[in-house]
């Protein structure tokens, strides 16, 4: 398996899995693709059925990470997702609801969100690639919550990896920064910028754009584009549709909160491989550029002043950094094609696929799309702790909405939840009068003593921090 740039870099000479986890973009601002999707014959994926959580990852994973030896993998895998981390070994198991109707929980992870299960494991493969080459990286990052304390989780005392992790000053949740700032571990840094998210992810652009410095200090990134992250989260795909289903002739869809397009992207490489979904159901809340694309065929990212922040904050985003690899397989895997695109969406603001040819391979591609605002992930949240007795969180209510919305009474539909309702104790209360019930490891969690520091908006104080604190070069 080797990988290309979906705008054409390495097209000559595909790249090895090891070689493209540390990259943030391709060096012609691409995002790494493998160069066909890997694919399993009937009597495998019968085999897969079977198998455990690690062994189902394994036999996923190995797919797309061929370039260290397999038992190397295999224990990497093994020591990743373990029942002490996730809670159980199921590792992502599998609520019903009602008679066709399920909810995957993969939130169970170090910080409640599902960003655990990618992140948990590109860590242990960067200490592992690092270790190979005596290397070290610094990992510069921006978030608004969820990212930043996934991935700190993640890295936390990894040997050769030095975390540094934007916030914008006051803007996150209590729980959130108590999650990140109570870290105390000497390889991780919270940085509190004064400004925006926005504010936050420019400085780390900033940053990254001086070549110089990025090679000097090894600036590494953890973002959503990674392709790490896409290939673990193909694997609770299959576990999600073994658990719901007795056979493999079943057809299920899957109903996905969407933000950066990562966590849908995953279940779409998933299908590709040959997992018989019928149709991704992808919702997004009131930021809607998704849910507009898969209706009208048009793509319109939004101005930082046309994004909303809402109860759903993780999905707040104005553009999804992943579409790219989706738009890429729908528009017949060219680069040139992905490059035109790219650069209409430069010059007017967006692009629009409905006119074209193209518009037919995406209906084909199986995805229905709807939208939620507050309102209804409250009643949604009210409404399934009132039936089934148990409470989601706002991101997964707005999954669950929309999927309730468009499901077909003979599929078996099956939810993703992306986050534990712990984190977002404030929009629970409103829905359903009482306060989340939070694991015993995070109580008291406000209360613990907290680690940051504070940075004007301004690319050269974060680069002097860097210097100062880098992992030795
Ligand atoms: C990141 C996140 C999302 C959005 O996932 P994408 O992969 O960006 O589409 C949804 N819900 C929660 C809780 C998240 O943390």
Redesign the pocket.
């Given at each position: 398996m080797r990988y290309i740039s979906t705008r054409g870099a390495w097209g000559d000479d595909p790249q090895p899995f090891c070689a493209i986890l540390q990259e943030g973009l391709a060096p012609d601002g691409g995002l790494a693709v493998p160069q066909a999707y890997p694919r399993f014959t009937g009597p495998e994926l019968a085999a897969l059925r079977p198998l455990g959580y690690r062994e189902l990852a394994f036999a996923v994973l190995s797919r797309f990470i061929d370039d260290m030896p397999a038992a190397d993998l295999r224990r990497i895998v093994a020591d990743t997702y373990t029942a002490a981390v996730f809670g159980s070994d199921e590792i992502t198991p599998l609520a019903t609801l009602a008679p066709g109707l399920f909810l995957l929980r993969v939130?169970n992870g170090p910080t409640m969100?599902?960003?655990d299960i990618a992140l948990q494991l590109v860590g242990n493969l960067f200490e592992y690639v690092l270790g190979r080459n005596q290397g070290s990286i610094n990992i510069l990052g921006a978030t608004s919550?969820?990212?930043g304390s996934?991935a700190e989780y993640a890295m936390r005392g990894k040997r050769g990896i030095t975390v540094f992790m934007l916030s914008p000053l006051g803007r996150m949740s209590p729980f959130q920064q108590a999650q990140m700032f109570s870290l105390a571990d000497p390889n991780i840094f919270n940085i509190a910028i004064d400004g925006t998210f926005d504010d936050c992810q420019d400085l780390v652009k900033a940053v990254a754009n001086d070549a110089e410095f990025k090679a000097r200090w090894k600036i590494g990134a953890v973002n959503?584009i990674n392709w790490g992250r896409i290939a673990a989260?193909v694997v609770y795909y299959f576990k999600g549709y073994f658990a719901a289903t007795t056979e493999n002739a079943q057809r299920v869809d899957f109903a996905?909160?969407?933000?950066?397009?990562?966590?849908?992207?995953?279940a779409h490489v998933a299908r590709e491989m040959g997992l018989p979904i019928r149709r991704l159901i992808l919702a997004t809340n009131e930021n809607d550029v998704?849910d507009e694309f898969f209706r009208t065929g048009r793509y319109r990212p939004r101005s930082a002043s046309e994004t909303h922040a809402t109860s759903?904050p993780?999905?707040d985003?104005s553009k999804?950094?992943?579409f790219e690899r989706f738009i890429f397989d729908v528009t017949g895997r060219n680069p040139e094609t992905l490059r035109e695109l790219w650069s209409t969406l430069a010059t007017d603001g967006g692009f629009d696929l409905s006119q074209t040819p193209h518009w037919a391979q995406v209906q084909a591609a199986g995805f229905v799309s709807g939208r939620s605002t507050h309102a209804d992930r409250l009643a949604t949240i009210r409404e399934i702790a009132t039936r089934y007795g148990i409470v989601i969180?706002?991101?997964?209510a707005?999954?669950v909405k929309v999927g309730l919305e468009l499901r077909d009474p003979a599929t078996p539909l099956i939810c993703v939840e992306?986050?534990l309702p712990a984190?977002f104790a404030a929009t629970i209360r409103e829905a359903v009068g009482r306060d989340p019930a939070r694991p015993a490891v995070w109580r008291g969690l406000e209360t613990r003593p907290q680690h940051s520091t504070t940075l004007a908006a301004d690319a050269g104080l974060v680069k002097a921090f860097i210097a100062e604190h880098a992992a030795a070069a």
């Open positions: 939130s969100a599902f960003k919550g969820d990212t996934s959503s989260q996905v909160p969407s933000g950066n397009f990562g966590n849908i992207l995953a998704l759903s993780s999905m985003i999804a950094s992943n969180d706002p991101h997964t707005d999954g992306t986050a984190k």
